[in-house]
């Protein structure tokens, strides 16, 4: 059974960066799409980043765009999500999900596997 574990979540100040990393297990981790999505409190779940497993290319929310960046070391099975310049609406908890195909979009339905989730908690 495929499993993502989230971590690096924490506290920080705005202006600050983090960075989460996924594990994932399973054999087909190279050739699927990654992606990160946040949920703040009383929010729906929203699409932060996206990495294809096919060749690489990224696709970013708006709201992230220039100061996050995923990438992926697939000899570790991992996935990462850079986040600088750090915003108190950045606050969520942050889950990355594995892609059914080796490409993905920010729809949830790309999705078919989640993590638990890393809070992540941007104070002013």
């Known amino acids: 059974q495929v499993q993502l574990v989230e971590s690096g979540g924490g506290v920080v100040q705005a202006g600050g960066s983090l960075r989460l990393s996924c594990a994932a297990s399973g054999r087909t981790f190279s050739i699927l799409a990654m992606g990160w999505f946040r949920q703040a409190p009383e929010k729906e779940r929203e699409f932060v980043a996206v990495?294809?497993?096919?060749?690489?290319?990224?696709i970013y929310a708006d709201s992230v765009k220039g100061r996050f960046t995923i990438s992926r070391d697939n000899a570790k099975n991992t996935v990462y999500l850079q986040m600088n310049s750090l915003k108190p609406d950045d606050t969520a908890i942050y889950y990355c999900?594995?892609?059914?195909?080796?490409?993905?979009?920010?729809?949830?339905?790309?999705?078919?596997?989640w993590g638990q989730g890393t809070q992540v908690t941007v104070s002013s």
């Open positions: 999900a594995r892609g059914k195909t080796p490409v993905a979009g920010p729809e949830r339905g790309w999705y078919d596997v």
């Open positions: 990495i294809r497993g096919s060749d690489g290319v990224t």
